[in-house]
């Protein structure tokens, strides 16, 4: 093995030699700074490599060949070599990302950041307690030294603070130290560990006080406010470094020594904690991005400390987890703190400049979908197993608080990355892309998504996963740039090859899932048929669509609760992306964020206790769960509930539907909301025959149905197409709720043949207004008017939509009704079903003023001139309609097939087919028959009309009666604006947004809670020390 | 196909009976309130005369094609209930083609015609009409509330959906009649019949008073006519729904006639005792006491 101390030598000795040269061998030291860096990173790599092929063996080596104390001690294991290959890299590159730097300054930072470097790598490897003081000593002084590097007030203050704070902690240290030696005889970590339990009660306080300057070293909360003020005031380059190679560092020493004082790891985990939500919860209202960055760090640190600390209770998993969460966020902030050198900016809405460098949006995306844990990232499964292992051990508040931080970590990143990909800025400046600065976060970017598919490879609950989609993903991301209309086909073929690969399986074995398989993949290509009327290249819509749709097809597929899960928030991501791609999209973007994160947490939350009941994470093993079952229920439906926007956790809907791309809202209102509906489907499956959940079943169902009422009744009141039509999706959703917490057979076809029926007139209607718009160029229906004459292909496809989504006979959603009337009269939910009954009815309002508003009435001037609607709008929205007028014309078609399906969960109430003929224990219907008869009749009247009236004259548009004047203009004539306001009087009360305002009460009330939380960081560094001993002090009583 | 001639044939004879008696019902109706303001009245035969000469007008106007699908969206709406209405029990030719639906076909039927007559109006593009439709809608979504829990209340009483098998339950004598084996589901209904006539209190849609120019100006001639031979068939279709589910049906055309009279007069009768409602008023009215009745009705059989 090649000795470690190499890498002193030539760290020491390059560092004296670099510091005798001048300002003509500023190109020459560089280099050698470079090759320097590179030699520590092959040595680390060389010993990773040797030991993940088993090839070297750990190795503890001694200085001078004597045995301590003696000499120091250094340890080179697989867990050393890691870091000391991660933290090499960072230098190396940091040494890159420097290079202007160290050109062109004189105080000669290339041997300061080989010192500093040098000064880690020992760290890491050595085991003597007072070669780590001298190391961290070291470490401080260079990172004093690079924080100085800059010439304004901020920064020296901000090193002079750093050097102050140090200087306590080094203190603690070294008193630690000597008490040690004085106590144990001897400086050896490894005669530390052995005599452990045999420590005298100073040996005790003396390791105590080894192990609260380590602490303390790590920033914790609330007494790092002089670490915040370096992350602010520094170069993003040393914040990087603090950060990640520093963090890092401090870690693995706080790692080792550990053991040595089993009497802290509840204090760590306490520690840990209070760092990562309270430092999260101050960043919500912070403005300027490193130190946001800061905040972040500190609270992802204090995360991992947290993990050391629950070691007891995570056992041998606690290297992965905390390994994991470590390496993400290694990446991660040493990626974003390189990004925000390159943006160069004070406030972090300057970062909408990424936006003129696709490359660092990607990047920046990238990095933040990481930090919160979203898959295929390490943090995900990391944060995973941690979940899983807290709930297994019963330790539900720590559980909490973990969920709870890093919620508040995606509120402030997602509001971070809205404002990079949406916020609108008159003159973007532009950002200089230098190769010293691109090849290393691009470089960071791969190695976190390679990080995360070999993580992924180590989880035992992914084995079933198909990484087809994937794959895929990447290689329309790589010709991104290619026209909108070859990267259409090929997605379309490729959803194509993927249908067919699955589809036909799941029509024999699981019915169900090949339903909802249909709805997520069939509605897909079609909904990206209307994609080829987009011209250009849309860059950066087929990569994120197409994670939704793989997203969904994995939830479909996925056998355990990871895959769901990891299923889940893919389609999450996806979606994200694809809702804030609409012109005024930003805040309602992130309010559908902040939702599904805080579902998907409810959900893993359900998913970690499930296991600690069950010990299996096969999703069939929610059917074994009886004791936690209504928590587990309530925290899992709760979580479906956020993705199918039921009352309560919808305000996000209106919003994320109505200002999405015109092809985009079909997407997320017909066929993802269906995600939420098929997760509820599995739930209450598995969990249905609990008698718990008929308790809940029963609350369900009443949200279901003032959901319904509310969604429609406020639907009535929109004047904007498209959020009318999102309002019209949420009392759907409601319905289908509702049908679902019924729990009979008819309750569960109901909801099957709405879930159906929606998708395809949801689609058709946001297809059709979509296409109106796209040519229009408004949302508003009071701007439009008397499109008829224009648009007839949009007016009769519109009038079907409406038709079917009233329910009126004979087209299909007239079985949804039929059956819901029998479900109701069977389940004996006279009063819930009496209120969705009339919130269909109101159906009627809103489903009115959309086809009147846009179509019949007056055309206005500015509009005489536009066309049809897109031909490749067109096509799927006929495609739609012919499934419509297939599924009015032969219901039993599909109805029976269902009906085979839910009899093997409900066997009891099932309808009886007789031909055409449906009966229930309380009526009857014939569905063709209607049809026929209703089709006969129509037809015949019809031509009578047209017989009798066929000398009948055209007239133009003014041609009205009206009363001796003549009309004006088309606005003064077209009643299109608050037709409703007598209703809206009446019963207005009902659509109050209360809940918009509850929502905004407790954003407020968090968002104080920083503000006010912010004031302990005065700036003063006295002040902070202060804090430091305090909190020594604090910590010092809980322990003893 | 033997029988489902005669079905069919029987069903057209069915339809013009009912198209006269709705025609001479509006023409004692018409006569009895002309009595009451102590004028002497139309003549008996002025609605077919009214329904000739409409259909006879030559010069007739057309604002597009959406314009001749209201008045026949219309008719449907009332030809369909009727197809789907069983007229006299006891026999199997009079119940038309009721053996493909059930009540709730006909509850959602009766929309169609309203949707559609909303369109055909709107397309003319004359403002009133839509100010009349949304009043129309908003009213009409309102009525359904009390008839609905009305209709429920019945189902759960009968167990059943299926309008024949209500009304044969109510066979036996007057003391079957729903009216007293479930008075308040009865009075509900008979609350919401006021507003599905379109009389007063609730005739603010069609007003002539407020919008003396939209539907009624716009549709002439030959569209006017059908809608008129419409109103003919649905009052006495909308009246022979309520007879069977609360007034134990009619198992002879005699019956049939004075049953649909009375229920029919009884929505004309408030009409003429009381003034117009607006808007929000009548949805608020629908929301109080029908409310509540329909609901003690549901209560009383759960």
Redesign the interface.
């Known amino acids: 093995m090649v000795s470690p101390f190499y890498i002193l030598i030539v760290g020491l000795g390059l560092g004296f030699l670099l510091g005798l040269a001048g300002k003509k061998q500023a190109a020459i030291s560089n280099l050698l700074s470079l090759l320097a860096m590179a030699f520590f990173t092959a040595i680390s790599a060389h010993w990773l490599l040797g030991f993940l092929s088993g090839n070297l063996q750990a190795e503890t080596v001694f200085s001078a060949g004597f045995k301590p104390p003696y000499s120091i001690s250094l340890f080179i294991g697989l867990h050393e070599a890691a870091l000391s290959l991660l933290i090499n890299m960072l230098g190396f590159f940091t040494v890159m990302y420097f290079r202007k730097a160290l050109l062109n300054e004189s105080r000669k930072l290339g041997p300061v950041i080989l010192v500093l470097f040098m000064a880690l790598n020992m760290l890491i490897f050595t085991r003597d307690l007072f070669n780590i003081f001298v190391f961290l000593e070291i470490t401080t002084i260079a990172i004093s030294g690079l924080v100085l590097m800059d010439d304004n007030h901020q920064a020296h203050a901000a090193g002079f603070k750093y050097l102050l704070a140090s200087a306590l902690i080094s203190a603690f240290y070294l008193l630690g130290t000597v008490l040690v030696y004085n106590s144990t005889g001897s400086l050896w970590i490894d005669d530390l560990l052995a005599t452990k339990n045999a420590l005298n009660p100073m040996a005790v306080i003396a390791v105590f006080l080894i192990i609260i300057a380590l602490i303390l070293e790590l920033k914790p909360f609330p007494a790092n406010g002089w670490a915040l003020d370096v992350y602010q005031a520094a170069h993003p380059g040393t914040g990087a470094i603090v950060s990640g190679a520093a963090g890092t560092t401090m870690l693995f020493v706080l790692y080792k020594l550990m053991p040595a004082a089993p009497f802290i790891s509840d204090i760590l985990v306490g520690v840990g904690l209070v760092t990562f939500v309270g430092s999260n919860l101050i960043a919500l209202t912070q403005n300027h991005p490193n130190r946001l960055l800061g905040y972040s760090s500190i609270g992802q640190i204090g995360l991992i400390v947290s993990i050391i600390g629950l070691q007891p209770y995570l056992g041998e998993k606690t290297v992965f987890v905390g390994f994991a969460i470590l390496l993400t966020h290694f990446f991660a902030k040493a990626g974003l703190f390189w990004l925000s050198g390159m943006v160069g900016k004070d406030k972090i809405q300057d970062w909408a400049a990424l936006r003129r460098n696709p490359i660092l949006l990607v990047l920046f995306g990238t990095f933040v979908f990481a930090l919160i844990g979203f898959p295929p990232f390490p943090s995900f499964f990391g944060k995973w197993e941690l979940i899983l292992s807290l709930s297994a051990n019963g330790q539900y508040y720590l559980l909490g608080a973990v969920l709870a931080g890093s919620f508040l970590e995606g509120i402030y990143l997602f509001r971070w990355l809205g404002y990079s990909i949406k916020l609108s800025f008159d003159d973007l400046h532009e950002i200089k892309l230098s190769w010293e600065k691109i090849i290393p976060v691009s470089l960071w970017g791969i190695l976190l998504y390679a990080a995360g598919i070999y993580t992924s490879t180590l989880m035992n609950g992914l084995v079933g996963m198909d990484y087809l989609p994937l794959i895929f993903i990447a290689l329309i991301f790589i010709i991104d740039g290619l026209p909108a209309y070859i990267k259409n086909t090929i997605a379309i073929a490729g959803m194509l090859f993927y249908s067919w690969l699955i589809l036909p399986d799941l029509y024999t074995t699981d019915m169900l899932r090949f339903i909802f398989a249909g709805i997520f993949l069939i509605g897909g290509i079609l909904t990206f048929i209307a994609g080829y009327a987009y011209k250009g290249a849309r860059r950066g819509f087929y990569p994120v669509a197409l994670l939704m749709y793989a997203g969904l097809a994995m939830l479909i597929q996925a056998t355990t609760t990871l895959e769901f899960f990891f299923g889940w928030e893919l389609m999450t991501a996806g979606s994200y992306f694809l809702i804030i791609r609409g012109k005024k999209s930003m805040p309602h973007a992130l309010s559908y964020m902040l939702f599904s994160i805080g579902g998907a947490y409810a959900i893993l939350a359900g998913f970690g206790l499930s296991f600690a009941e069950t010990g299996s994470i096969a999703l069939s093993s929610l059917s074994q769960i009886s004791q936690m079952a209504t928590i587990i229920f309530t925290l899992l439906v709760v979580g479906f509930m956020t993705k199918t926007a039921s009352l309560g956790l919808h305000i996000w809907l209106p919003g994320a539907h109505a200002e999405a791309e015109s092809d985009v809202s079909p997407m997320v209102s017909a066929i993802l909301l269906k995600a939420g509906v098929f997760g509820i489907i599995i739930l209450m499956i598995a969990m249905g025959h609990n008698p718990e959940t008929a308790n809940i079943a029963y609350i369900l169902g009443w949200l279901g149905a003032i959901t319904a009422l509310v969604g429609n009744l406020a639907a009535a009141f929109q004047e904007d197409a498209k959020r009318l039509l999102a309002y019209s999706s949420i009392s759907q959703l409601g319905y289908i709720l509702f049908a679902l917490a019924m729990m009979s057979h008819l309750g569960w076809l109901t909801a099957m043949v709405y879930s159906l029926n929606h998708f395809l007139y949801k689609a058709i209607l946001f297809l059709t207004i979509g296409a109106v718009v796209m040519k229009v160029g408004t949302h508003s229906m009071y701007k439009m008017g ?1 499109l ?2 224009n648009m ?1 292909m949009a ?1 009769i496809a519109v ?1 079907i939509g409406i ?1 079917a989504l ?4 004979p087209l299909s959603g ?1 079985a949804g ?2 059956l819901f ?2 479900a ?2 069977d389940k ?1 939910w ?2 819930q ?2 209120i969705v ?2 919130s269909g ?2 159906a ?2 809103y ?3 959309l ?2 508003s846009v179509f ?3 055309l206005k001037d500015n509009l005489r001139h536009v066309t049809d609607i897109s031909v490749w709008f067109a096509i799927p929205i006929y495609t739609l309609i012919i499934g419509i007028m297939i599924f009015s014309a032969k219901p039993e078609w599909v109805l029976q097939p269902l009906g085979t399906m839910i009899g093997q969960w409900y066997p009891d109430g099932a309808l009886a087919w007789n031909g055409g003929m449906a009966t229930s ?6 569905g063709t ?2 049809m026929v ?2 089709g006969i ?2 037809v015949t ?2 031509t009578w ?2 017989v ?2 066929r ?5 133009k ?7 001796a004047e003549a ?1 004006q203009r088309p606005e003064t ?4 604006y608050n ?2 306001a ?2 809206n ?3 207005g009360w009902i659509v109050a947004p209360k809940i918009t305002e509850f929502w905004n009460m407790m954003t407020d009330w968090v968002h104080s809670l920083a503000l006010y939380g912010r004031l302990i960081y005065n700036g003063n560094g006295q002040v902070y020390l202060l804090y430091v001993m305090a909190y020594f002090l604090t910590i010092y009583f809980l322990v003893f | 196909m033997d029988f489902d001639l005669k079905r069919l044939g029987f069903t057209l004879l069915g339809l013009l009976i009912v198209l006269n008696w709705g025609l001479l019902m509006s023409a004692i109706m018409r006569k009895m309130g002309a009595r009451v303001a102590r004028r002497y009245g139309i003549p008996w035969r002025q609605p077919w005369v009214d329904l000739v000469k409409n ?1 006879a007008i ?9 314009f ?2 209201g ?3 219309r ?2 709406g009332g ?2 209930i009727f ?2 209405m069983p007229m006299i029990i006891g026999s199997k030719l009079w119940l038309n ?1 009721s ?7 006909i509850m ?2 009766q ?2 015609g ?2 559609g007559m ?2 055909g109006a ?7 009409s ?2 009349g ?3 129309g ?2 009213q ?2 309102v009525i ?2 009390p008839l ?2 009305a209709i ?1 209340s019945l ?2 009483q009968y ?4 309008l024949v098998d209500i009304v044969e339950a109510q066979q036996g004598g007057f003391q079957n009649w729903s009216m007293w084996t479930n008075p308040f589901a009865t009075a509900a209904g008979m609350l919401a019949i006021l507003g599905i006539m379109g009389h007063s209190p609730f005739n603010l849609v069609k007003a002539p008073n407020e919008i ?2 939209g539907p009624p ?2 549709y002439h ?3 006017l ?2 809608l008129r031979t419409n109103a003919a068939v649905l009052h006495v279709v909308e009246a022979a729904l309520f007879m069977n589910l609360f007034f134990g049906g009619a198992t002879n055309w005699f019956e049939f006639i004075i049953k649909t009279f009375l229920i029919y007069f009884w929505s004309v009768f408030v009409g003429v005792v009381f003034p117009r409602f ?4 009548s ?2 009215w629908f ?1 109080k006491v029908p409310l509540v009745l ?2 003690i009705a ?1 209560i009383l059989f ?1």
Do not use: C
């Open positions: 008397g008829i004459k007839p007016f009038l038709i009233s329910g009126v006979p007239f009704k039929w009337y029998n109701v009269l004996h006279y009063f079903g009496a009954f009339f009815i109101i009627f309002l489903l009115f003023k086809i009147y019949l009435g007056q224990a309380y009526g009857y219907w014939h028959g209607v008869t209703i009749m129509f009247l019809l009309l047209l009798l009236s000398k009948a004259q055209k007239v548009q003014f041609n009205i009666v009206f009363a009309p004539t077209h009643v299109s037709i409703y007598g209703y009087k009446a019963l | 259909y030559r010069s007739q106007i057309t604002h597009g094609v959406m001749y699908l008045p026949v969206f008719f449907s030809v369909g197809l789907f083609y053996f493909q639906g059930d009540l709730v076909l959602y039927f929309f169609f309203m949707l909303a369109l709107g397309e003319g593009g004359h403002p009133h839509a100010i439709i949304s009043r809608l908003s009409f979504t359904e509330v609905t829990l429920l189902a759960i167990q059943t959906l299926s003396p120019i100006t716009e001639a030959t569209f006519g059908v607006r808007i929000e008023q949805v608020s929301l329909g609901i549901i759960m």
